[in-house]
Structure formats: C-alpha cells, structure tokens
C-alpha cells in the first residue's frame, strides 16, 4: 500500500521560507516522475514543480528561482525548499507521484 505524508508547513511572514517533506512508503520515488501541487482557497489545485527520474526539474513561472524541487534516494523522500514566500504562495501543498498524493500540508504567508 502507498502512502505519501507531507510535512513542514505552517504560518511565514512575507520574505521568509519554509522546507515541505514528502515522504513515501510502498513506492520509491528514485523510480517516478515526483510532483508537487497546491491549491489555494476557492482555487483549482495547480501544479508547482516537478523532478523527473534523471534529476531534472521544471518550476511553474511564478515560483522559479525561489523554489527547488530536490529529492534523497536514502531517505525516499521529497522535498520542496520554498524561499521569499509572498501571499500568493498561500496554499495546501501536495505531494504527487504516479497515482498517489499525500494529505496535503498547510502554508500560510502573512504578516
């Protein structure tokens, strides 16, 4: 059975950073395309980021530059390392892979 558990959010002021986990038990990342969505209050999910098997990485515009997509074969896990956070960043993050997501995880950017 696959389950995907994201951690790491919480409340940042505008400017500030936070580090979201993925963590995945019956499936190994190192193996899958591994994506990360989000989706804002009153607003489809969209996708965010994504690393591919080779350790290649695609942003959406509105987050290149400011958040990296990385991934540890030992640990099987995600990450998404997010920095100058602005309002607009404000989401419930999800973790992607194949089939499978996670529960989501909480982030909010206010002062």
């Known amino acids: 059975q696959v389950q995907l558990v994201e951690s790491g959010g919480g409340l940042v002021q505008p400017g500030g950073s936070l580090r979201l986990s993925c963590a995945a038990s019956g499936i190994l990342f190192r193996d899958y395309l591994t994506e990360w969505y989000r989706q804002a209050p009153g607003k489809a999910r969209e996708w965010v980021a994504q690393?591919?098997?080779?350790?290649?990485?695609y942003y959406k515009d509105s987050v290149k530059g400011r958040f990296t997509i990385s991934r540890d074969n030992a640990q099987n896990t995600v990450s998404l390392q997010m920095n100058s956070l602005k309002p607009e960043d404000t989401a419930v993050y999800y973790c992607?892979?194949?089939?499978?997501w996670g529960q989501g995880t909480q982030v909010t950017v206010s002062s």
């Open positions: 690393m591919f098997t080779g350790g290649i990485t």
């Open positions: 992607h892979v194949s089939t499978y």
